[in-house]
DNA sequence: ATTACCTGTCATTAA
DNA sequence: CATTAATGACAGGTA
C-alpha cells in the first residue's frame, strides 16, 4: 500500500479533482498499474469490487453517466447529481465563481509556515489556469497546525455565503451522506487529522457548510490510522465529497463511500489538506507535496501518460461510437479501461468543442442492440470509420457518451454511415443496390473487419492479477537454477529447448497457460484471452507489471490456494525427506529423471512418492495446456462463426448484387428484344405480330422469328434473320 | 446456502 | 512395457 499512497501523492488525485472541476470525467483506474487494484477497490477495499457501481456501464445511460441499478439510493444520486450539474453549470457558463484556491492544502512538513489562501483572494482563477498554477497551489499550502482559530472562523465566513445557496434538500441530503458515514464510522474530519507518524491525512474534501474543518476534537486512531470521527461534527466526509463531486468513482452509491476505511486507503505521506470554497462548489481534496516530485513534474508524468493513453486509443478498436452506440456492452472488461485524459462524459467548457464532434446520438442503437462489440467491429468496421472520421486528437476523446449535450456534426455522418451499412445489407437481400456502395462499403468492411477482429480485444490480462504464482514460481525458479525442464517463462523456456525440447507444447504453453502468468504480460500478447474466463480486473488497465509483487485479490486468492495444492506434494516431500526438489522431480527427463533417482539411495516409499509427484505436476501441467487448448479452439471457432458471419453477409450482398444485375441484364435484352422485333418486316412490309411470332435464340448465337405456334419445335425455322448480337 | 468458476487430481486412452 | 500427453470427470477451494 506504500506504493500506492505513493502513486496517489504523485498528482493522480490532484489532476482528477482539477478535472472534475472542470466538468471532465476521468476514469482514474486508467491510469493505475495494472498490478494496482482498480482505485475504487484501493478506496473502499477489495469487496467493493462486487458492491461497485461499473460506471463503465453507465455510460450511455440518460445523462451520459449515471447509476447502477442497484443502486439502494437513487435519491441522493440524483440530488448528488442535481448539486454536481451546477456545480458544472457554473464552470460551463464561466461564472468565476469556481475557486480553485479556495482549497487550502495543507503541507506538512516540519517548521512550517502557516499560510492560508481564501477564496476571496484569487476570485478570478479559471480552470484552465489550474495545471500552470503549481506554484501558486503550493503557496497555498498550509499547516493544520498552523492554522488558528481565526483563520478556521474566516474560512467559515468565507464559505458561508455560498451554503447558504444551498436549497433545504441540499442539506438534508448532505446530512443524509453524513449520517451514512457516521453509522460505518467513518467520520467527516477523517481526511483532516494529521497524525504523528505523518503518514495520514492529506486531504480534505468539504464544502462551504463546513466550518469545523479543522476540528481539533479529531482523533486519529493511533494504531490503524484511520480517523475517528465525533458524530456531532458537519463535515462532509471524503466519500460524501467523491460522491458530490462524481470524481469517478461509483456514483450515486454511498454505502460503498461509507467503508470506513478509505482514509487509511487515501492517504499517503503527506500532510493534511484543508479547503474551503464559495458557491456551491464542493472542493475536492489535494495531496500535499510531499511526493518527491513536485507539482510541475507529476503534471508532466500524467501529460505524458494521457499521450500514451491516447495513443493506445488511437490504436485501439474502442471507439466513441462503440461506446456510444452499445451502452449495454461496456460491461466488457476493456471498455472502461480506454482511458481518456480528455475523457469526459460531461462536458465542460474547456472540452465542449471537441466534444461536440464526437457525440453521436442514440438514434442507430436500436438497430444494433442485438450484436456484440466484436460483430459491430468487424461487420461495421468502426474502426476505420473512426480513424477515418477522427483525427488523432480527437480519438482521445473516446469516452464521450452524452450525446444529450452537445450537437453533433459528426453523428449525422456516422449515422449515415451506420445506416448505409444496414441498408446496405438490406438492399443487398433486397437486390436493390448499386455496385459502386457495394463496392466502397465491401472495401471498407474488408479492410479493418480482421483488424477489428482481432484488435477489438483489449490486451488487458484476464487473469494476470489472479493467475497464481506460487506453483509456477517456485517452478520456474528452481528450473532456471537448475536448468531442468521447468513452465513459465518465455526466457526460461527457450532455455528449456535449447536443453532439451523433450516437452514439446510446453514453449507455446508457457506464453498461454494462465497458469504461468507470473508475468502477466504473457497475455497482453494473447488478446484473445480476455474473452476466456472471468475478469476480475474490470478496471484494471494493461500495463507491463512491476517487480514489486502486489496481491490484488487474485493473486491472494490464487497464491493462497496454489500455496496449498503445492504444498501438498511439497510437502509430502519433505515428509519423506526426498533429497531433491519437486521441480526436478516433475520436469526432468526420463533419464535424467532415472539418474537422479539412482544416485540416492531411496525407500519404496520415497520412490513411489517421487513417481506420484511426477505424475501429478507432468498431469497438471497437461491438465493446464488441455485447458488452454480447449479456450483456444473455442475462441478459434468463436473466430471462425464471425468470420463466416462476414463472409455470408459478404455473400448475401454479392448475390444481391449480382441479382440486380441480372435484373439490368434482362431488361436490357427485353429492351432490345423489343427493339429488334419492331423492326422486323415480312415480305410485304408488315411488322410481325407479337402475338403470333417470337424471337428465338439459338445456341449458335443466332436470332430467329419463329411463331408462337411452332415454340418448343426449334427445328424448325420458317424465318430466319441472322442477326448476330 | 447456493452458484459459478478455477485448479489439481485421478482414471483412462492413445501414441 | 514404460512413459507421456491428452482428456473427461470429479473434488476442493474461492468469491
Redesign the pocket.
Known sequence: MLSLKKYLTEGLIQFTILLSLMGVRVDLDSYLPSHLPPLHEIILGPTSA?TQTQFHSLRGTADGYGVHPKSVDLDQFFTSRRLLNRVRALDRLQVPTTELDAWLVHREAEGSVPSAQTGSSRPTDTPQERPGSDSSIRDTLVTEQGRSTEEVEELGATAQPGSSDLSKEDIDLIDILWRQDIDLGVGREDFLQHDKRNDDMWESPQDDLQVDILDPTIQVDGETGENVRHQDQTALSLEECLSLLDVNFPFGDPPEFSDPTPSDLLVPDSGPVASTQSDELLSPFLPAMESPLDLEEQWQDLMSLMDMQVMDVNNSTENPLYLSLNPPTQQDGNLGQVPLPSCSRDHSAVFAPTMDILTVPDSPLPQFSSHNSSDLNSTFGFTNLTGILFPSHLNSTTNITSPQILPDPLGGILDEALLDEISLMDLALEEGFSQVQTTQLQEELDSDSGLSLDSHRSPVSP?GS???SS?SCSSSSSFSEEGAVGYSSDSEMIDQEDSDG????QPEYSKFC??SSQNPSHYQRLPFLEHV??NHTYNMVPEEPEDKPVLS?GN???S???D??AG??EQRARAMKIPFSNDKIINL??EE?NELLTKYQLSEAQLCLVR?I???????M??????K??LDTILNLEQEVKRLTRERTSQLREKGENLRSLQQMKQEVENLYQEVFSQLRDQEGRPYSSQRYALHYTSNGNIVLMPRSAEGQQGRRPEKKDRRK
Open positions: 462486487y487473469s489472479e493467475s497464481s506453483s523433450a516437452i514439446g507444447y494462465r497458469m474466463g472471468h485479490r491472494r486468492r490464487s493462497g490456494f496454489l496449498r495444492q501438498r506434494d527427463p526420463v529423471f506420484d511426477r505424475r501429478r505436476g507432468k498431469n497438471k497437461a491438465a493446464q495446456n488441455c485447458r487448448r480447449k
